[in-house]
């Protein structure tokens, strides 16, 4: 059965244009994507990401469960700090990107998989605590909360007028603050490049805070153009256990591996980071008229395939056509000159290094 958020009603009176993304019913847009980027990037917008899994973890081993879980070292967070991490099976292959928050109290650890894998998540958890006989609760909150993100220039300003709390959050801090008289977490983090907060509501008080920002509302539609701008990663797109299986050193994350810690993949992942990984995903910016599309090959001039495309659109902020691609590893450097497939034709394009915008 396809899932809702608390919000959904508010889209559909909003008429928004709804998709399926991860089994949950979700805006893709409210106006145009278009006019959506353009709000995020120039003054504020407001994301309802609810889809997005909550997993709690409490108790004494609550921190050696998510350090055996994530590939980052867990025992660095203070309370009130998160981090980014993946989530790795034996082979050292990407199941999950993740941000792991240690929340103010200290004792509660919440991590965010990504849309319709909260079960998946809870389920690997419990088999981490049976298999290293660990003393810890795992609670998917995921129906618990609301999570909506306001992101943009302006998002500052706009919070602290809903807020009496003074917006002063370091990136990847997070807090407990009164928003719109709901208590929320309010983490500073986001998945736009813009500044911005992430806010944790509970789900009965999901519309009051959604209504207290007068901001435009957005869909994944310019939540997909604004993180490729970014060159971030996009789950079951990017990277995929099945479809697209990378280590996190081909998905250009190598820098969440903390190989001083004991994760699972861990040892698999020691191997790829002494001897390299043999393609890298790396920025493609279309010098030819195209579109650069997921699946498409990338080839040599001489149309020797080399890769294929995960990610692509015409940038609104850039107005050109990028995208995201594996590459063989000797074709990886900056301005190498390939081809993509544009519906078989050979398009000339130019690797790039990530982020495309500068932010």
Not at 22 to 34: K, N
Not at 128 to 140: C, M, T, V
Not at 338 to 343: A, F, K, N, T
Request: glycine share 10%.
């Amino acid at each position: 059965m396809t899932r809702r958020t608390p919000l959904y009603q508010r889209h559909a009176d909003r008429d928004a244009e709804f998709t399926d993304f991860g089994g949950w019913e979700m805006p893709v847009s409210f106006d145009s994507i278009r006019t959506e980027h353009g709000a995020v990037r120039q003054s504020a917008g407001k994301f309802d990401v609810s889809h997005m899994g909550q997993i709690e973890v409490t108790g004494p081993d609550a921190e050696r469960l998510l350090q055996r879980l994530t590939t980052n070292d867990v025992t660095a967070l203070d309370p009130g700090e998160a981090q980014y991490a993946a989530i790795t099976d034996e082979e050292g292959i990407m199941l999950e990107d993740t941000v792991v928050y240690r929340l103010p109290d200290g004792e509660t650890y919440l991590f965010v998989p990504n849309a319709g894998n909260d079960e998946a998540m809870a389920e690997r958890c419990q088999w981490i605590r049976a298999e290293f006989d660990l003393d810890a609760e795992i609670d998917n909150a995921t129906t618990d909360w609301a999570m909506i993100t306001l992101q943009g220039p302006d998002a500052p300003e706009r919070f602290a007028e809903v807020t009496d709390a003074r917006y002063a959050l370091d990136r990847f801090e997070i807090e407990r603050t009164d928003v719109a008289g709901v208590d929320c977490l309010v983490a500073a983090t986001g998945y736009t490049g813009e500044d911005g907060v992430e806010l944790l509501a509970p789900a009965d008080d999901a519309s009051t805070v959604w209504d207290a920002f007068d901001v435009q509302p957005c869909g994944l539609g310019a939540r997909d153009t604004l993180r490729l701008e970014m060159g971030f990663l996009l789950s079951g797109q990017d990277f995929d256990p099945e479809d697209e299986p990378r280590t996190p050193y081909e998905a250009g994350i190598g820098f969440v591996v903390k190989l001083d810690t004991e994760f699972v993949g861990r040892d698999a992942l020691e191997g790829v980071a002494t001897e390299g990984p043999a393609s890298k995903l790396r920025g493609v910016q279309l010098i030819d008229r195209g579109v650069p599309r997921h699946g498409q090959t990338v080839t040599t001039a001489d149309g020797e395939a080399i890769g294929h495309v995960t990610s692509g659109t015409m940038s609104p902020t850039l107005g050109e056509p990028i995208g995201l691609a594996y590459v063989d590893v000797e074709y990886a450097d900056p301005e190498t000159v390939v081809r993509v497939l544009v519906r078989g034709e050979p398009k000339k394009a130019r690797i790039r290094t990530t982020p495309f915008l500068d932010r």
